[in-house]
Every structure is written in C-alpha cells, then in structure tokens.
C-alpha cells in the first residue's frame, strides 16, 4: 500500500452498518463526501450526523441483492459486526472494481488513517491495526512538541514566496528555511508574537 490524499468533493461513499463503527467512519467521510450509511438500526451517534441512512436489512441478504446496493459508490465501508457479510461486500467491491474499506474482516485496498488537523497542515497514520493508541500518542506529543507548527508553516510560505524573489539560488534557499525551522528562539517568539518571529527570521536569515 502507498499512502495518498484523496479529494472525494461529491463522491459516493457507501458504508454498510450502523453501529458506533460505521458512526465513526461516516463522522471521518461525512465533511467532503456524499454518504449513505446502510443499516437495519442505527446507533444514537448518528443522530447529528449529516448523512443520509437507509434502513435494510442486511442479514441472509443474497449477493445479488448486495451488488445492488454497492451500485456505482466510489468507496464502500464495510463496518458491521458480521465478519462474513462485511467480507462478502469486499469480494463484490473487488469484482466492480470499487475501493474498500472493512472495519472486521479480510483486508480492503483502502485503510482508513488517523488524521492530525491544523489549519496548515494534515497528517495521517496507520499503524495497520496493530496499535490504535499510536497514532493518539504521537498527535499528544505533536502539540506538546511543536504546538506553533501552523504558525511555523505560515512563516515558511511567506519567507519563501519573498526568497524567490530575492534569492535566486534554490540551495541558499533551501538553506534559509531550513536554517529557520532550526531556530529555537522563531519557534518560541510564534508562541507569543508571529510579527516578532518573521522579523527575527528576516533580520538572520534573509537580510544575511
């Protein structure tokens, strides 16, 4: 497997159960994607979920009948508690051609990763099912580490739109934000007062 961002703006998610899991998975989807969760009950958390939910019983349900259902979804989660109907649903997937994700089962083409959000930046972290509580360890460690990393990111973007313009060597270029992201004392100024951490970093690293 190789790691991708994917924009799914409009795309058709389908996800089959309706317990806390597929709640889960549908809450991860729901922003960006269309989602229809498939389920014969469904748990309280979907109660504010945007999504639209369709009450079918999947149990003793025919391949026929399931096909159907997959229909032309870009993804399909599989999130019931029935490792065998959730297998089932991936062998149609793979015959369709359709991606998919399951929650208890054999092994879909598609994992769904922890996700680390800033408003600059976007992380994602499998451990493959190994370990949840990972992927929650290093997002702690992330903001007690490096709790000015958006602040970082901003700074970088600007300082190396003006480094274009000034610096024409991509080497010193790279040098300078590299030089930058080093600096102990940018980091702690982003803190308190961005307009203090560009001008140190302008007055050591662009002005040099």
């Known amino acids: 497997m190789i790691p991708l961002m994917l924009d799914l703006t409009g795309r058709a998610v389908l996800i089959f159960g309706g317990g806390e899991v597929g709640a889960r998975k549908a809450a991860f989807f729901r922003h960006e994607a ?62 369709r051609g359709v991606h998919f994700n399951n929650a208890a089962g054999e092994q879909g083409d598609v994992l769904i990763p922890s996700v680390i959000r ?59 934000l590299w030089s930058i992201l080093s600096d102990e004392e940018i980091w702690t100024a982003l803190a308190s007062d961005y307009a203090d951490a560009r001008r140190i970093a302008e007055e050591r690293y662009l002005r040099a």
Do not use: H
Not at 52 to 70: C, I, Q
């Open 118 to 176: 800033g408003r600059r930046y976007l992380m994602a972290i499998t451990t493959f099912g190994m370990s949840p509580a990972v992927p929650r360890y290093i997002r702690m460690r992330l903001e007690e580490e490096y709790g000015e990393l958006d602040g970082m990111i901003e700074l970088q973007g600007e300082l190396r739109a003006m480094l274009k313009e000034t610096e024409p060597s991509q080497e010193k270029r790279s040098a300078a």
């Open 34 to 95: 269309d989602v229809t969760v498939i389920s014969r009950s469904f748990a309280p958390a979907f109660d504010d979920l945007a999504v639209r939910r369709r009450r079918t019983d999947l149990a003793g349900m025919p391949d026929d009948d399931l096909e159907r259902l997959v229909g032309d979804a870009f993804l399909v989660v599989a999130a019931t508690p029935d490792a065998g109907l959730n297998d089932r649903i991936g062998r149609i997937c793979r015959r």
